[in-house]
């Protein structure tokens, strides 16, 4: 049923300050059913289900379906819609407290979602870093965020590393505002995730890998040498000589740097122990 009129039949209101912009247009949601692929998906997880339009598509697609809710006053309609659904386990909470493991056990499973955008970059890590990762993730996201995450060197942020050490990300459709019931201010676009099986670059550790890039990225249009110095706590002539090791021009700026560059980085920092 059409989001508008559920809520109007529990007499609530969306709330702004949980991202709820419920997606109506049955296109986009044909769309992202379509992009999810779930034939070649045992299990799907679904993160924030609001008023269920995407869990009830879901959900007949016939495959184990477990949909998060932070939201206690959407638990009813959400029980109501997939009462003949018995696929769709249903957990109130928020996805941030809910540790990956718990949710999907060690099965494969996807993530089909349209994320709350107040929380994209922390979800994407949530996921992403998780023990048991998706084998695909097909998310709404604001449309400037999507095209942030899909850049290429020259144009890279911290999010953008993040997710394409993990998988392949592509934009697969962008979505008017009116495609959703209340209309969201910014532009929305669905995009898909491969995740790779195995790491693209050689990394020490991962968590060396992202103190590296974390620490790069710490000071906006610096040389590498001054922020990844600043962001590892070392002298510039210091960062200078890592950086140069790893047979990169340490004026360059964190923008520019390949995924294979800054793995080049985390490898030489490792080695000499920083
Ligand atoms: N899936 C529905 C749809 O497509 O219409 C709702 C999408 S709406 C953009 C995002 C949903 O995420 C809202 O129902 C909101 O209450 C829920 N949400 C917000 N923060 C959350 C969190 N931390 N954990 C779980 N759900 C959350």
């Given at each position: 049923m059409n989001p508008k009129h559920l809520m109007d039949s529990f007499q609530l209101q969306p709330k702004k300050s949980l991202g709820q912009n419920f997606l109506h247009d049955p296109n986009a949601l044909d769309k992202i059913v379509h992009t999810a692929d779930l034939a070649s998906a045992a299990h799907v997880l679904e993160i924030g289900a609001g008023t269920g339009a995407l869990t009830i598509r879901l959900a007949q697609a016939d495959v184990q379906v477990t949909a998060i809710e932070i939201d206690e006053r959407l638990i009813p309609i959400l029980q109501q819609q997939i009462q003949d659904f018995p696929n769709v386990k249903l957990i109130h909470g928020n996805i941030l407290d809910l540790p990956m493991h718990d949710l999907v056990g060690d099965e494969p499973y996807s993530v089909v979602a349209n994320l709350p955008?107040?929380?994209?970059?922390?979800?994407?890590?949530?996921?992403?870093?998780?023990e048991n990762k998706p084998q695909r993730l097909v998310l709404t996201i604001q449309q400037e965020v999507a095209e942030r995450i899909i850049a290429?060197?020259?144009?890279?942020?911290?999010?953008?590393?993040?997710?394409?050490?993990?998988?392949?990300?592509?934009?697969?459709?962008?979505?008017?505002?009116?495609?959703?019931w209340p209309r969201p201010d910014v532009d929305s676009a669905v995009v898909k995730i491969e995740v790779y099986p195995a790491p693209i670059v050689e990394v020490p550790s991962e968590a060396i890998f992202f103190r590296v890039v974390r620490?790069?990225?710490?000071?906006?249009?610096?040389?590498?040498?001054?922020?990844?110095?600043?962001?590892?706590?070392?002298?510039?002539?210091?960062?200078?000589?890592?950086?140069?090791?790893?047979?990169?021009?340490?004026?360059?700026?964190?923008?520019t740097l390949a995924l294979e560059e800054w793995a080049a980085i985390a490898r030489v920092v490792a080695e000499k122990g920083v």
């Open positions: 955008y107040y929380i994209t970059s922390a979800i994407l890590r949530h996921v992403l870093e998780a290429r060197p020259g144009d890279l942020s911290l999010l953008a590393v993040s997710v394409q050490f993990y998988g392949k990300p592509s934009i697969v459709s962008r979505l008017n505002p009116a495609a959703f620490a790069g990225f710490s000071q906006k249009r610096k040389q590498l040498k001054n922020s990844l110095g600043a962001g590892l706590e070392i002298s510039h002539p210091e960062a200078a000589a890592i950086i140069a090791m790893a047979s990169i021009d340490p004026t360059r700026r964190a923008e």
